[in-house]
């Protein structure tokens, strides 16, 4: 299956700042990364579907204009939390659709967003 | 809608079979699959099921899909240690091809 890398792995930031987070695919061309939100004890949530060269398309109830989300080549999708607050802390996660299949989706290992 | 629901936790004993369950509202669900993850780790896809399938076997992990009552479950036969970890349900509606619902994860711990 598919790497994929996240960077960082943890940040922490001041409420009002904004914060860049990276999604590597390290030996697949992606065309398709999607970005999840992750609460603690509870599932993941999709945010958006980020597709190469194109606007990304957001799940209803996330504000794009907060959430920037980037996939301006076929192995790199960024995800800029604007302006963020504290209920912004969360654990985001990436995946790579590596294949025609949902299945073939293989995940980062996360980055944890603490807005202080 | 599109729901899925697990239990929370699940506790063990090292060497018993864990067998952990999940509910799921979409019928028109195309795969069911089972996710592992563990602290610092990405999600590991264990296995997934097609929806026209009722069981499927891989070494230790058995899942069983019972579709009328839209219910699936997978055991680990003889735990581990290692198998400590959250596992997450989850479906792809047939409506999205590759949007996956996920449902709260149940956190599998071992103990001797």
């Known amino acids: 299956g598919a790497v994929v890398s996240q960077h960082p792995s943890w940040v922490i930031c001041k409420s009002g700042t904004s914060v860049k987070i990276e999604c590597r695919s390290l030996?697949?061309?992606?065309?398709?990364m999607f970005w999840y939100r992750q609460f603690p004890k509870q599932s993941l949530m999709l945010m958006a579907t980020?597709?190469?060269?194109?606007?990304?398309?957001?799940e209803q109830g996330v504000e794009k204009d907060k959430f920037l989300i980037n996939h301006a080549s076929l192995t790199l999708s960024t995800l800029t939390v604007t302006s963020a607050h504290p209920e912004d802390s969360s654990f985001y996660i990436c995946?790579?659709?590596?294949?025609?299949?949902?299945?073939?989706?293989?995940f980062g290992p996360g980055t944890r967003l603490t807005v202080t | 809608g599109e729901d899925v629901e697990q239990s929370l936790f699940l506790s063990v004993r090292e060497g018993d079979s864990s067998v952990i369950n999940c509910t799921y509202t979409?019928?028109?669900?195309?795969?069911l699959y089972w996710y592992k993850q563990e602290p610092g780790a990405g999600l590991q896809l264990l296995t997934y099921?097609?929806?026209?399938?009722d069981m499927k076997q891989d070494q230790r992990l058995t899942v069983l899909l019972n579709k009328k009552d839209k219910h699936l479950s997978l055991r680990i036969a003889d735990t581990q240690t290692g198998d400590s970890a959250i596992y997450f349900c989850?479906?792809?509606?047939?409506?999205?091809?590759?949007?996956?619902?996920f449902g709260s994860g149940t956190r599998l711990s071992i103990r001797p």
């Open positions: 995946s790579v659709l590596a294949g025609g299949r949902t299945y073939e989706q293989y």
């Open positions: 030996d697949f061309q992606a065309t398709t």
């Open positions: 980020s597709n190469e060269g194109s606007k990304a398309t957001y």
């Open positions: 979409d019928s028109s669900s195309t795969y």
């Open positions: 099921i097609f929806s026209n399938m």
């Open positions: 989850a479906e792809s509606p047939y409506s999205s091809a590759s949007k996956i619902i």
